[in-house]
């Protein structure tokens, strides 16, 4: 069974890779849904946020992103903090979901494929870029998030010669329309499949 890690900045088109991949049929493991999975259901996950960095939590129990961002997308130290505590927690629900894979085998979605130590357990990586401003623009209106807080993101992201340096492939995403993207998408993976152990 082969495990595929897609990773990238925010806004480039991880998502989508993801889904082309899931039509190809591999199992989709995104590290995001799972993190907020175990944000409504892992007690221990939510204090040890709480005890690092306060009043997370919205009243209805849901993260307050806006608030947690603020604070760790202006301080490494703070991001490094909340790392140490989340990595593991998802690293270790991403292995389950792995074991329970069946078929062709599985693609982790994860931000932080490389960081979180993740990238080992695939045998293929792929990144997914994008022009700056094109990220600007489609995460500001995928989150209805202000242009401020969108450049912070974008900021406290690696640049691409990180994933260039640390990926096995890397797919910039310059596709004028979802479906020019989607195309691209599914020919190069194609073409990485038929190299594929």
Do not use: W
């Amino acid at each position: 069974m082969l495990t595929i890690g897609i990773t990238g900045p925010t806004g480039a088109g991880k998502t989508t890779a993801l889904q082309v991949l899931a039509e190809m049929g591999f199992a989709p493991i995104d590290c995001d849904a799972l993190y907020y999975q175990l944000l409504r259901r892992d007690q221990g996950l939510r204090r040890q946020l709480e005890n690092t960095f306060g009043s997370v939590f919205l009243p209805d129990g849901q993260l307050d992103r806006q608030r947690l961002g603020t604070i760790v997308f202006a301080d490494p130290k703070a991001l490094a903090r909340l790392n140490a505590i989340v990595y593991p927690a998802v690293n270790r629900a991403v292995e389950e979901e792995i074991a329970a894979c069946t078929g062709r085998g599985a693609v982790v979605d994860a931000i932080n494929l490389i960081e979180s130590g993740l990238a080992g357990r695939c045998d293929i990586t792929l990144a997914v870029t994008a022009p700056e401003e094109v990220r600007l623009r489609r995460i500001m209106a995928r989150d209805g998030i202000s242009e401020a807080y969108a450049r912070r993101r974008i900021a406290a992201q690696k640049p691409d010669s990180y994933y260039r340096k640390h990926c096995t492939f890397l797919l910039e995403n310059r596709a004028e329309s979802r479906a020019a993207f989607d195309a691209l998408v599914r020919e190069t993976l194609e073409s990485l499949l038929l190299c594929a152990p």
